[in-house]
């Protein structure tokens, strides 16, 4: 699976998981040098504490457009150390 926005690769994996019809992408696959911190959170009832990234591809920004679980519940822990897209961000085979 690839994760286009702009035409650019923001990640690229065969590992992802499926969950709620959101890839979840290893940490390890995503081009960290398109990814800012973001200060936004949000609570998944069941997978806990939600963390964002704004991605920045050719000085244009996507706002809060990935998300992670840095210490999902445990119903969730198995995509601990993944990251999924929204907000424009196009998965691909």
Known sequence: MKAFWKNQIL???D???QIEGNHY?????IK???FKSSITHSTCPWKGI???YTIE???EANKDAAWFYPEPKSAAK???GYVAFWK???IKH
């Open 11 to 13: 990640a690229e994996s």
């Open 15 to 17: 590992k992802t998981i």
């Open 25 to 29: 992408f290893p940490a390890d696959s």
């Open 32 to 34: 960290k040098e398109f």
């Open 50 to 52: 939600a963390s964002y």
């Open 57 to 59: 591809v050719d000085d």
């Open 78 to 80: 198995e995509i601990k």
């Open 88 to 90: 424009g961000v196009e």
